[in-house]
């Protein structure tokens, strides 16, 4: 399995919470749904290509 954790720590809504613009920020909650959906899209994109962890590690491409 693809570890999720490091693809959500990169993610635009983690990098906004770093930042103090959570969910406690006043800002449109439909900003933070589109921005989730944009993970999800990232984190099922990633696990169609590759099944674990040792299978990215694998890949030339992504190590260079």
Same mark, same amino acid.
């Given at each position: 399995? $693809?570890? %999720?954790?490091?693809?959500? *720590?990169? !993610?635009?809504?983690?990098? %906004?919470? *770093?930042?103090?613009?959570?969910?406690?920020? &006043?800002?449109?909650?439909? %900003? +933070?749904?589109?921005? &989730?959906?944009? !993970?999800? +899209? $990232?984190?099922?994109?990633?696990?169609?290509?590759?099944?674990? &962890?040792?299978?990215?590690?694998?890949? &030339?491409?992504?190590?260079?």
């Amino acid at each position: 399995m $693809v570890n %999720l954790q490091f693809i959500k *720590s990169c !993610g635009i809504p983690f990098e %906004l919470a *770093s930042r103090a613009f959570d969910e406690d920020f &006043d800002m449109p909650p439909y %900003l +933070f749904a589109e921005m &989730d959906a944009y !993970g999800e +899209f $990232v984190a099922d994109f990633v696990h169609e290509i590759y099944k674990s &962890d040792a299978a990215v590690h694998e890949d &030339d491409d992504v190590q260079a």
